[in-house]
């Protein structure tokens, strides 16, 4: 008989990540702290400190896109949550529905939509407005992080939605506690984790995202995923740089996530105090 | 219980769902300090009573009175009625103390109140020990101590429990009724208590409702209701009965079993049809003999269940249910004898009330 909880059943799974995950990591190390030659070198890392305002603009367009969509997600994953079991199924089918398609072609689409003569300006000067600029501005990379990205945020929000129990509504209400007070006291505090993870899930891929920002934001809007993606497929080819570069992004994103974790600790031993 | 003073009334409140009707215009006072009961089967409607008063569910028509005052459409947060809930609800993300305090934190109590109040409500409860235990990490008779402590340290006017001793096993079950009834006479505060289990009823209320199909069948006090069912459905859900078919020939004297019987109800139609409801412990087995109010017949069977035996009598092809502490053995021939007094005489325009429940009845 096979025993489910056998060790070796997790073989395969360490050994790709050991060959895909851990390798590469300590290759993009070795390489960001080495020079051509294989020389010990910090000049790397210190170049790609000129990279900081890029790598802010980043961070501001991925912090303004995990908001956005946090917002517009969490009403939407709680009143999911509270629907009928079928209505929740076709529900959490309608927000994978767009994940069927290529990521690639998603955003071909946003670019028809958004373009100089594309669907909303043919549109807009139809009934006599001005066109408005709209593709290859930050607000379209912004745009194109939330369409791609939203069901990252509302799945994980949705699932753990699901497991706050109606009664335990109806016990903050029948305790005295109006619509916003159970909000704050008990659905904020209980969805907690569904929002750190949805956060991570939405935050990571659009702080590195290039596709995107490449396709909707023009030369204007250069992320850093860009620029990685120039280091090493690109004319500029240098792949110690690019290194150093995306060793810069990891730990961006290691230190976001680690603060947004603290803040859910300290948040729940506050709800304690 | 003060008998003149009505806290909640409920007038002509009817409620449907996906239209089926759950409450067929209930009418219901409810006093001051007293134990109220609603008692029925599953699907009765006591449920969607108690959730009423507490302002989960809207009624379609009548009026919900509290206090001499119109609250049909108050939310739940401003009634200051408090609820146990079936499976306790509590805060998971909150410890013991919190869950306590929840209620006293909204309305801004000061720190040093809310400390003194959450530990009376725990020591009341005997959770002093457990202030900062995580609550699932309780029992569930700890959990169900946690949510009496939440909802009375509000000082409810009323206090809503819908079945909050379920899921207990029975000697915990035990306690917690001598416990709750223990608290509802300290505190001096109102309970409207839901169950099914018409011994719970019994033991713990001052008036017991009985409801069954959205109807309430009868009030009264739990002696009242044991000992004079208006309807044969109250008479077979509350303890076992026996329930024969009579006639009533006049007041006084009652036709069933082939022979006529001097009982001590009236108010019947000459010869009307009726339902004759006798409690087995109210039937004694004697020597067979034609003396009045006495049957001749054949013990069938013979249970052992306890405080008592249960002899099944077969007298004619009706077969009576006979409790008794002393032993008659299986196959011996007896009489049984029924005094007036035990022999309660209904209208049989409830039978279908008892058929449509028949399944799940003893």
């Known amino acids: ?273 | 219980m003060d008998q003149n003073k009505k806290i909640i009334e409920l007038k002509g409140i009817s409620k449907s769902f996906d239209g089926e009707q759950i409450l067929k215009s209930i009418d219901l006072d409810i006093h001051d300090k007293e134990f109220l009961t609603l008692l029925g089967p599953s699907g009765c409607g006591k449920t969607t009573t108690l959730r009423i008063i507490g302002g989960f569910v809207t009624p379609d028509a009548g009026d919900l009175m509290f206090l001499g005052k119109k609250i049909n459409h108050v939310p739940p947060y401003k009634r200051k009625v408090n609820t146990v809930f079936q499976k306790y609800a509590l805060f998971p993300h909150l410890d013991v103390f919190e869950n306590v305090a929840f209620g006293l934190r909204l309305v801004k109590t000061p720190e040093k109140e809310i400390v003194k109040r959450v530990r009376e409500m725990l020591a009341m409860v005997g959770l002093s020990d457990f202030e900062s235990r995580k609550v699932d990490l309780l029992s569930g008779g700890q959990q169900q101590r946690v949510a009496i402590a939440r909802a009375l340290v509000n000082q409810p006017k009323v206090l809503l429990l819908d079945e909050p001793l379920g899921a207990l096993d029975l000697k915990l079950r035990k306690e917690m009724q001598y416990e709750l009834k223990k608290i509802q006479q300290r505190l001096g505060i109102t309970f409207v208590y839901v169950t099914h289990d018409q011994e719970e009823a019994l033991t713990m209320s001052d008036t017991v409702v009985v409801m069954n199909g959205g109807l309430i069948q009868q009030i009264g006090t739990p002696q009242d209701i044991y000992n004079e069912p208006v309807n044969a459905f109250t008479a077979k859900f509350i303890g076992e009965s026996n329930i024969v078919p009579g006639i009533m020939h006049k007041d006084k004297l009652v036709e069933f079993a082939g022979r006529n019987y001097e009982c001590v109800d009236g108010g019947f139609a000459k010869d009307e049809e009726v339902e004759v409801v006798v409690r087995p412990e109210d039937v004694d087995i004697v020597a067979a003999s034609d003396a009045p109010n006495t049957l001749c017949g054949k013990v069938m069977s013979v249970l052992f269940k306890g405080v008592h035996y249960e002899m099944m009598v077969d007298c004619g092809g009706t077969v009576w249910r006979v409790h008794s502490t002393d032993y008659t053995a299986s196959g011996s021939d007896v009489g049984i004898y029924i005094e007036p007094e035990a022999i309660h005489i209904m209208h049989k325009s409830d039978s279908s009330e008892v058929k449509n429940y028949g399944g799940i009845l003893p």
Do not use: H
Request: hydrophobic residues 55%; glycine residues 6%; contains cysteine.
């Open chain 1, 1 to 273: 008989m096979i025993k489910l909880n056998a060790k070796w059943a997790s073989y395969p799974y360490i050994i790709w990540m050991i060959l895909f995950t851990i390798l590469p990591l300590l290759l993009v190390v070795y390489f960001a702290f080495t020079d051509g030659n294989g020389a010990f070198t910090l000049d790397n890392v210190k170049q790609s400190a000129l990279y900081i305002p890029t790598l802010a603009n980043s961070v501001y367009l991925a912090a303004i896109a995990t908001v956005i969509c946090l917002v517009l997600a969490y009403p939407f994953a709680f009143i999911m949550s509270r629907l009928t079991f079928s209505k929740q199924k076709m529900m959490s089918m309608l927000v994978m529905l767009p994940m069927w398609m290529n990521f690639l072609l998603r955003t071909y689409a946003w670019q028809a939509i958004l373009e100089d003569n594309g669907v909303i300006n043919t549109m807009l000067t139809a009934i006599g407005l001005p066109a408005a600029k709209l593709i290859n501005t930050s607000g379209a990379v912004v745009l194109g992080m939330v369409y791609n990205y939203i069901p990252f945020m509302i799945l994980p929000l949705y699932s753990i939605m699901t497991k706050i129990d109606k009664s335990v509504l109806e016990a903050s209400s029948d305790l005295g506690a109006g619509f916003f007070a159970t909000f704050r006291r008990v659905v904020l505090p209980l969805s907690l984790p569904g929002i750190i993870s949805g956060v991570t899930m939405v935050f990571v891929p659009a702080v590195s995202t290039f596709v995107i920002s490449g396709m909707l934001g023009g030369s204007g809007n250069y992320l850093i995923g860009d620029l990685i993606e120039v280091q090493f497929l690109g004319n500029s080819y240098d792949l110690n740089a690019g290194s150093a570069t995306s060793l810069m992004l990891m730990v961006v994103v290691l230190i976001t996530m680690a603060i947004f974790n603290r803040f859910e600790t300290e948040d729940s031993e506050e709800a304690l105090v």
